[in-house]
């Protein structure tokens, strides 16, 4: 028992040794909280303050670099540049873009012109700046167009509290397209008309096929007397406004003339005749059937009713050709046909009846024979003449009087072909020797 009551004894002791301890503990651990507590809050009001403070020095900050604030403008953020065109015959074109330059800074111009300056911010551009390109036209891949600003810097520093930014640019020239060419000749049609020696040259342009041909002309000298186997140069003559035809042609329709001119020789011109051996048999046919009928047509129109014909015979030709050629001459070449005219004319007058005959001579004229491109021979049987001469048989109150065309001397026809032979070279194929009399030929 009294050990039992030993061992509560020492318990209750040590139990209240313990509670002494843990209340001692808890007063200094609430000591330390309250000090704690108090570093604690000084330490935020310090923070608070200095987070004041920076606030206050921002602040103040602000309002002192607004008072003195200087807005800066780029003037090259509002340039557009384009470069367009051919190699060598580029052009360039600059653009300042006021509508977004006013849109971005009209505000701050106005409200930062200084208070003694009547300037209006609406005119801030078209007062102070110019811009333009070192080089705008005939741009060649690799050149460089520098950007070149006319700035009244100082006037605006005058006026308007503002920090303005304009620098030089260079650029490149690269993305120019290559021209191509065109021959002006290619696409024409060239033919010659009308006679060799006076031929003329048309020139036909399609100018569906390639348009520039529509600002082309094409000339050549001699036209007009042109004549077979000449060569001659045919131009291309440009219609252009300035004096560069390639910047033209190429900033119009994106092509160059390779050239200017060609060479050709004339071909397919009529040629007039120059020899009687280049008339066949067929042609003189045609003529002298058509003389037959040129001199019945005459006797039906001139002859009296008693009059009759009695033979008409065909006995030879003269055919001459210039000596020397000449545009101005009327005819290149011609042909006489000569006839014999047997004519006879029956009368009776107051009971004295008989007859009358004659034998004369009569010729027809043709002329300018030409020798067409396909080898044939061309001429026109309407373009002729007749003797202008004529002779009386008969006196005039004879009962057979009457007045014949034509010559009763063949001599006196020869002599009139003859007086051309100051001009003209004369083939005579004529057999003199059918005659009674001796005829002497003309050459």
Known sequence: MSEDKNIKDTAKIKTSSDNERFKKYNEELSKKQSEEAVLESKKNIRILIITASLILIIFLAFIISKAFRRPYISLNDYIDIKIDGYDKYGEAYITFNEDEFYKDNLDELKNYIKKDSDVKAEDFIKSYVKVDLSKKEKLSNGDIVSLEWDVDKKEIDDNYKIDLSFKKEDIKVDSLKIPQTFDPFENIEIDFTGISGEGNINIIKDEDIVS??????????????LYNGQEIVIKASYNYEGEDRDYYFVNTYGYIPERDSIEVTVSGLNEYIVSYDQLDEGNLEILLMQGEDIFKKYMSSNWDK??????????????????????????????????????KMEYDSWGNEGEDS??????????????????KIKFDLKDYSTPEVSFNKGIILSPYYRRLEGYMDFDNLKNYIAKDAIDYNIVENIDYSIFEEEISPIN
Do not use: A, M
């Open 306 to 343: 008693n009059q009759e014909l009695v033979n008409i015979d065909y006995i030879g030709n003269y055919f001459l050709v210039p000596k020397e050629y000449d545009s101005e001459i009327e005819y290149y070449n011609k042909i006489f046909l000569i006839y014999k005219i047997d004519e």
């Open 212 to 225: 520039p041909l529509k600002d082309i002309e094409f000339t050549t000298k001699d036209d007009g007397s």
């Open 358 to 375: 004659t034998e004369y001579y009569w010729f027809v004229e043709f002329r300018n024979f030409v020798l067409d491109k396909n080898g």
